[in-house]
């Protein structure tokens, strides 16, 4: 049965001299790893090629046993922007890394989806800015079951007000004063942020919000993960290139350059 979805292309892997297989993130079917032949050599049916990030429609065939066939892909997008702009394809190679990375196949995740697909259209369209990263990292937070508690108690379920909280991500996020003696505090506008990052909202933030921000993402996400992410370790390889100051919001704690990570 041939399908045609939108897709995302989280990661491509070159079988032979001209074949590829595939992993795309698509919203009715999840994530798919699919069989690509000749994509290497066809600019007709893979025009532009393909590549972590791609965004677009995807031809498939659909298999009963072993990996389905990958036809065509139409992107929606012009990437040569991250080609001419380093911190956006690190950018995109950590949101692509990490979907890939958590999502297990065949589980249709179509809020995620839709937050992958915005994230890489606004690092596309614009510099690099953190709270593109912050925010899908907490969208797919929420989406594994992961996120942590920020408006009530982790514990017993006290709503909390918008006040400096005790925190601690490994127990499952803010606590109210009766649980959460001996704990670091949160601020009350990491927290804001942080709920409003979770809703697709871009609020502004100062350079100690975005480094306790990243501090808390990473902190859920870490012990998620079965390996580190190689896209992490492109984030250092910017960070000893010539740069302005950072604000250190990069995933793994690098410090920004240009724009910030």
Known sequence: MKLRVPAIVLAVHPVGEADLIAVLL?????????????????????????????????????????LWRFEEFAPRHDHAALGRDLTRFAY??????????????HHP?????????????RTLAKPADPRVLRSFELALLGELGHLPAFDTCC??????GPVDVAFDVARGGALCPAHGRGCSALPAVVRHAAIELRAGE???????????????????????????LRSVSFFA?????????????????????????
């Open 109 to 121: 995740e179509p809020a995620l989806f839709a937050a992958l697909a915005r994230g890489i259209a």
């Open 237 to 261: 390889q910017l960070a000893a290139l010539p740069r302005e100051a950072g604000d250190g919001s990069a995933p793994g704690g690098q410090p920004g350059r240009g724009g910030g990570h």
């Open 92 to 105: 995109v190679a950590y949101l692509c890394e990490l979907t890939d990375t958590l999502l297990a196949e």
């Open 26 to 66: 698509t919203a009715e079917h999840g994530k798919l790893r699919v069989a690509a032949r000749s994509a290497r050599r066809s600019k007709r049916r893979f025009a532009g090629g393909l590549g972590a990030g791609a965004v677009g429609d995807a031809e498939l065939t659909a298999r009963a046993a072993g």
């Open 202 to 228: 871009m609020p502004e933030l100062d350079t100690s919000v975005r480094r306790r921000l990243r501090e808390l993402t990473q902190a859920a996400i870490t012990p998620l993960l079965p390996r580190p």
């Open 155 to 160: 514990v017993c379920g006290t709503a909390l």
